[in-house]
């Protein structure tokens, strides 16, 4: 059987053979297990399986049972049982080596047969969309999420590069795995945001339902958040601040196009502007006021709306030219 599914793994399977597997696997749900553990949802190339079988069967070839027995046609054949339960053990471990090979928190890979999908979205867009175990993302504005279009045996994962929001679907046998450059987020089944922008200097997760364990890839540091927590990872001294959630529109207002500011610094109110409107802005003067933060909620506002409100806050003029914006 290891010969036929090897053959399944590299697709060279005939039709013959196809039957004898298909009859296996009906034989016994054990059967179906093993074949799951080995095959997951991946290819692996010839050299690849043989590397990690002969890791794993190079002791068992050589097992010998710890008993004294007489040679007797009933006891060779349990010694063959045990062989057997050994080799199937094994597949067990080949399956486990290599998914682990191949799917690890912080790292998805390309295989041949599984393909990878793109949902992106550039400044001034919104995207709602599920992932293929029902999960609901929607991505903010200069986002990219990239995930399997199938999801293997043992995790699933995607990477994110921007900010979204995801409600997880439960499955407390396959943690979803979210990867960003710096921090990884798994979860079973709750809702959350990621912000980790590439011009951002500080890495955020915020919780809306459920709890999520966040993980700094560079030291290995982690830490859980629960229910109306907030972690910001600060990439200077690659420290954790959690705090609490006490403005859930501020937080997760931008799903339903509320756009709006807690405690803001100008030069982020800045950046969420030309996300959010697909603009780009030119200071010509100085503005004042600019170590103030600044607080503020709107429901869908047009540009000059949100910024007819700021330049209050920040006492500045404005000119908007199509997709340019001047500030003085």
């Known amino acids: 059987m290891e010969e036929l599914i090897s053959k399944y793994i590299q697709k060279n399977l005939t039709s013959e053979e196809e039957l004898v597997l298909e009859r296996w696997l009906k034989e016994d749900s054990v059967n179906r297990k093993v074949f799951e553990n080995i095959v997951g949802e991946m ?15 190079r002791n068992i070839t050589s097992y010998e049972p710890k008993v004294e027995l007489k040679p007797s046609r009933r006891n060779i054949s349990f010694i063959n049982m045990l062989r057997v339960a050994a080799a199937l053990m094994a597949f067990g471990i080949l399956g486990y080596l290599v998914a682990e090979e191949v799917l690890s928190i912080g790292d998805l890979k390309r295989k041949e047969n599984i393909a990878l999908l793109e949902k992106k979205t550039t400044y001034g867009q919104k995207l709602t ?3 293929p175990d029902g999960t609901l993302v929607k991505l903010n504005a200069g986002s990219k999420l990239i995930y399997p279009e199938s999801f293997g045996v043992n995790t699933r994962n995607v990477e994110l590069e921007g900010e979204a929001f995801f409600d997880v679907t439960r499955d407390t046998k396959h943690p979803f795995v979210i990867n960003t450059k710096e921090i990884a987020v798994q979860v079973l089944g709750t809702s959350f945001e990621v912000s980790s922008y590439p011009d951002n200097a500080e890495k955020q997760v915020a919780v809306r339902s459920g709890k999520v364990m966040v993980k700094e890839k560079s030291n290995n540091n982690e830490i859980t958040l629960i229910k109306n927590e907030k972690v910001g990872l600060n990439l200077g001294n690659r420290s954790f601040t959690k705090v609490e959630i006490t403005n859930q529109v501020a937080e997760f207002g931008w799903m339903d196009r509320q756009l709006a500011f807690s405690d803001d610094e100008f030069d982020t109110i800045i950046k969420i502007l030309e996300r959010w409107y697909n603009v780009e802005f030119e200071i010509s003067e100085p503005i004042r006021s600019t170590n103030q933060t600044f607080t503020g909620i709107y429901n869908n506002p047009s540009l000059k709306e949100a910024l007819e409100s700021i330049s209050y806050g920040y006492e500045f003029k404005y000119e908007i030219d199509g997709k ?3 500030l003085y």
């Open 324 to 326: 340019n914006v001047r």
């Open 43 to 57: 290819t692996f190339s010839q050299s690849e399986i043989e590397e990690v079988k002969s890791r794993v069967f």
């Open 129 to 131: 969309f599920s992932l």
